[in-house]
C-alpha cells in the first residue's frame, strides 16, 4: 500500500470548534439613569418658580391700575409704561443707553479683536506679564477708580459727556474680552493665514478674508457681553453724568426712589423697559452667544 492510500484512509481529526471571542461586560448603567426623574424635575421646578415669580410681580404692577391689591393684571393698563415714557424722561434714558451699548460694543470688539490677535500669533518678552496684568486687572472694583478717572475726564473736559462713560466701559471690558478673543484666534489653524499669503494676500488682508469670518461666535459673545455690561452699569453714569438729559436708563430708575415714597407702578414698568431690550438681544444671539464663550474658554 503506498503512502498516499495510507493517507487517504487515516481518520482524520475534527478541527477544533473556533473559540467563542470573550464576552464584554456589560456597561453599568448611568447614574443619571438611576434617579428617578421626580428627583430631579423637582429641584427644577423649585428653581424655575423662584426665579419666574420676581418678574411676574413685575409685570403685575406695571400691568395693574395704580392702588389694585389683585393677582391677577386685569384690567390691564397702560397708565404706568405712559407715565415713565414721557414724565420720567425715559425715552431719553433709553436713546442714551442705546448709544452708550452700541458705542461700547464696538469700541471693546475692535479693540479686543486687534489685542487678541497679537496675543495669540506673536510672541514678545512682555507676554507673560501682560496677560498676568489683564488678569489681575478683573480682581479691581470699579469702584477704586472713580476718583482718578473722574479726575482725567475732568482735565479732558468730558464730565457729563457720554463719551466719559463710553471710554470707562470699553476700558473694564477689555481685559476680558482680549483674553476670549485670543483663545478663540488660536483655534484657528495658523496654515490658513500662511495659505492666503501665499496666494498673495498681506497679513491684514489675509486676517479679514480667512480668519475674521471663523470668529463671529467669539465677537457675537464678547460684543453682547460688553452690550449688556454697559447698558445694565450703574456707577460709571452716575458719578459722571449730572445732566438730566445725559442718563442711562440704571440712573433713570434710580430717579424713581425717594424717601417719602416709591411709585412701585412706575417702578416695575421703568424695570420692564429696561429689561425687554436684553432679553430680546440674547433670545437671537443665544446659540453665537454658547458658540463664543465655550470655544473661547480653552484653546483648541
Known sequence: MTTNAVERTR???PAPAAEEPPQRPKKAQ?????????????????????????FYWILLFSLRPA???????????????????TERSFGTYFENSVYVGIATLVMTTVVALAGGYALARFDFKIKRGFMLALLCSQFVPGA??????????AELQMINSLGSVIIA??????????????????NV????EEAAWVDGCNRFKAFVVVVLPL???????????????????????????????????PVGLNTLLSADSVDLGAL???????????????????KWLITGFSAGAVKG
Open 67 to 85: 392702588g389694585s391689591t389683585s393677582l391677577v393684571p386685569w384690567p390691564i393698563t397702560f397708565e404706568h409704561f405712559e407715565k415713565v415714557w
Open 268 to 286: 416695575a414698568a421703568g424695570g420692564i423697559i429696561a429689561a425687554v431690550p436684553v432679553v430680546i438681544v440674547f433670545a437671537f444671539i443665544q
Open 215 to 249: 470668529l463671529r461666535p467669539g465677537l457675537i459673545a464678547v460684543g453682547s457681553f460688553a452690550f449688556v455690561h454697559s447698558w445694565n452699569h450703574f456707577l460709571f453714569a452716575l458719578m459722571f453724568l449730572s445732566n438730566q438729559e445725559k442718563q442711562t436708563i
Open 11 to 13: 481518520p482524520v481529526a
Open 144 to 153: 477704586l477708580l472713580l476718583v482718578p478717572l473722574f479726575q482725567i475726564f
Open 30 to 54: 448611568r447614574a443619571w439613569d438611576e434617579v428617578p426623574r421626580w428627583q430631579i424635575y423637582l429641584p427644577l421646578g423649585i428653581y424655575l418658580v423662584f426665579t419666574l415669580v420676581p
Open 189 to 192: 489653524p495658523y496654515s490658513l
Open 169 to 186: 466701559e470699553t476700558v473694564f471690558q477689555l481685559p476680558l474680552s482680549m483674553i476670549l478673543l485670543s483663545n478663540f484666534i488660536k
